[in-house]
Nanobody, 123 residues
Framework: QVQLVESGGGLVQAGGSLRLSCAAS????????MGWFRQAPGKEREFVAA????????YYADSVKGRFTISRDNAKNTVYLQMNSLKPEDTAVYYC????????????????WGQGTQVTVSS
């Protein structure tokens, strides 16, 4: 069982930055691929970014490419999402997820999910 706890969300003006963190309880955190997803009110959950177990491979949704950066620190059992040049359309609840397999863009392939952290970008 893996417990995930997100933090770092908040209210920011358009053009600003936030850094989300996701702390994992698993002793074998380094064996999990990690992903970030988001869900805006009235919309379906969407993929944001994913990172391999080693951190050597990453993948981004087109909507955040060049603005967001996913990274991980296996020694701290933590994955991060650095979000720059934020836009109002980035407003959503952001979730981290863990998968005992290769990184993936489909949420249903992930085994464990956090509770989410709210990000609100004002115009």
């Amino acid at each position: 069982q893996v417990q995930l706890v997100e933090s770092g969300g908040g209210l920011v003006q358009a053009g600003g930055s936030l850094r989300l963190s996701c702390a994992a309880s698993a002793r074998t955190f380094s064996s999990y691929a990690m992903g970030w997803f988001r869900q805006a009110p009235g919309k379906e959950r969407e993929f944001v970014a994913a990172i391999s177990w080693s951190g050597g491979s990453t993948y981004y949704a087109d909507s955040v490419k060049g603005r967001f950066t996913i990274s991980r620190d296996n020694a701290k059992n933590t994955v991060y999402l650095q979000m720059n040049s934020l836009k109002p359309e980035d407003t959503a609840v952001y979730y981290c997820a863990a998968r005992g397999g290769p990184k993936a863009t489909v949420g249903d392939l992930y085994d464990y999910w956090g509770q989410g952290t709210q990000v609100t970008v004002s115009s």
